[in-house]
């Protein structure tokens, strides 16, 4: 073998091994299918009506009985959402507060109502029917 094929091989071993790239002898049957243990959430809240601007919010949720435990304290001042996850059957709260740029924190919110993250099912919880749409105006 030439040394210019020894390189090659050489080469294309390297690229392999760095790609990640497997001979299809040597795969393995996939792992164990696993239940999942942990759910995404999302919360909404409304911007204070006064006080200073918020520049961000710090955002803290607990898990059934236990104590808040701060998540996150940098969703941007323009957002009122923020998604998260849970662990399957935990019964969770959450509370956000705004903070100003200068850094003061404002009061919390009150607390969510209690929510069950049920991962049995993936239907909507039932919020009862949907409230009456927005008066209709006429377009000319």
Known sequence: MSARQQMFL?????L????GIVPAAAQQ????????????ATAYW?????????DRYRFEMKV?????????DNIPGDRTTYTFTVNCGDTIVVRVAGISA??????FSPPSEPWYADCESDRPEDLGPPGPPGKPRPVR
């Open 10 to 14: 050489v080469s294309t071993a390297i």
């Open 16 to 19: 392999i091994i760095f790609l």
């Open 29 to 40: 049957p996939p792992g164990v299918a696993k239940v999942d243990t942990v759910r995404e």
């Open 46 to 54: 409304t911007a204070p009506g006064e006080g200073a601007q918020v």
């Open 64 to 72: 059934s009985d236990g104590d808040f435990k701060l998540l996150t």
């Open 102 to 107: 200068t850094g003061a924190q404002g009061p």
